[in-house]
């Protein structure tokens, strides 16, 4: 079979991933509501505007494992997949707003979003895109917003819980892949927050009927079901989110520390400069079409390897202020670069039914040909207390190319992360880290770029 | 004020319909959305009066995206540009 793991949910139909090509099958349930979406043209324009994959109707003997009935579509291949729970917050804000201008465009002719899930929704660099066929459904006059409680767990709470209570929502997301449940958020809001109409109806209230309503009450549920929810109110709700989402910020971003690196850190900026021409000479002769840049910050090194051949990248950081710098960006300059939040000492693993629903993040960057790993390893090594070889081999094997900095123990960062603890890093050397590197790699070129000693090595794996 | 919603909610039993969703949209979430839109309805004209009357001391006040403004009336734009 070649369904995607992550495709079982809906009846509707399912993503098939046939070497590089994408295909969706729609099963004749799922034609009953998709044929008549895709013939009343509503879909033509959000193509266009690039705010929807474009998909084409191909035959079936195209996918052979499709049914007999199947509508087969074909989708292009997303470079990237990423989870909401690695987006900065600037992303899963931006991916809320594509939800709802969907929902409140289609609206207008009729047609309705079947769910609100965030992993319906796909990065190209820092533009969001939605790309599940099988959520849109004709819209029945006053019907109730099925999608309300999904929409709140992994939209709308994540972001309140970042923005209002200062707790980034990632770890949080990701050991919930489902969202956050209104309950849960509700117990942590101030009184404060009370007094907003968004947060009173959409989690105070709803989280004060949920406690009141036995969910396995099928008498309930029925009455439930039974409730309409007229167009225009459905509508209000739709702009009042809207409106209320895109004012929201994180709060206390501009205090983290990285933020600020890009402009106060402990490089002369002779050395930064000298960093950007030898990341510059490696692009522009490995052109890799994906580059991980590791710590990536708030990307000014992936802007230079994409200013000078290659042809994405995603960045990977550890800092909330620092990713929403590189998101804004990534959207500000256009660039194909993705700014993902991930702790490199606990990577994302697979997630879901069977851990495979979700790939964990090795798997998805798996086709990378380039890897940027500056300032780095010391993070590593020594504040998480990686044995160096062993980084230096787990950078190694992202990528057959690729930057290396090493970071001496004399270097003023790796001073200050070891005033308030004992050295016990007595293999955290120059030596260790070449006769790791080289066991491994061809060094193809070297420089010092600090007056502390750090160095930049280019390597190709053997 | 749910406690009654709810109860009018059970008693509006006789015209039950089905669902269509793959998802369970929860019981409270669906019981609750006329009064959660009466709300937004509620803030809109709100926040549109609020507008109009600041708007009388204030006619050059640029527009802001601050939770005080009205909702935007135009029906779509992209998700990035708010960022």
Known sequence: MTIDPGSYRDPSGHVHIVGERVFR???????????????????????????????????????????????????????????????????LK???????????????QSVALSDASA??????????????????????????????????????NPLVLQAKLGVPFHAWFRGQPDGIEIGELASLLKLRHKFSPVLFSHVVLLARMQGRVDESDVAAAQAASSCGLKRSRFR????????????????????????????DNTYESAEASAKHAFVERFAADALPDLLIDLGCNTGDYSQTALAHGAQRVVGLDGDHGALDGAFARATAEGLDFLPLYQDLANPTPGLGWNARERQGLGERLAAADGVLALAVIHHLAIARNVPLEEVVASIVSMAPKGVIEFVPKDDPTVVTMLALREDVFASYSRETFMAALENRAEIVAHETVSSSGRELFCFSRR | MARIVFLTALLAIATIR?????????????????VIGAIAVAGFYFRSTIAKVLGVFRPNKPKSDSEETPPPTESVQTGSDDN
Do not use: M
């Open chain 1, 25 to 91: 099958t729609v099963t004749p349930h799922g034609q009953t509501e998709y044929k008549p979406v895709r013939d009343s043209g509503a879909l033509e324009g959000l193509i266009e505007r690039g705010l929807l994959i474009a998909a084409t109707e191909v035959t079936n003997t195209d996918l052979p494992s499709a049914g007999r009935d199947d509508l087969v579509l074909e989708h292009p291949k997303i470079p990237i997949i990423s989870y909401p729970y690695e987006w900065p917050f600037a992303a």
């Open chain 1, 94 to 108: 931006a991916a809320a707003l594509l939800h709802l201008d969907i929902q409140l465009e289609l609206l207008e």
């Open chain 1, 119 to 156: 992993f319906n929704i796909q990065f190209i660099g820092g533009k969001p895109l939605f790309i599940d066929y099988l959520s849109f459904r004709r819209y029945r006059e006053d019907e109730p917003w099925l999608a309300h409680r999904q929409f709140c767990q992994q939209f709308l």
């Open chain 1, 236 to 263: 209000a709700i739709l702009e009042q989110l809207r409106h209320f989402i895109a004012g929201l910020s994180p709060a206390g971003v501009s205090h983290t520390t990285w933020g600020r690196y890009a402009t």
């Open chain 2, 18 to 34: 089905p669902a269509y969703a793959y998802i369970d949209p929860g019981t409270a979430s669906i019981a609750l959305q006329a």
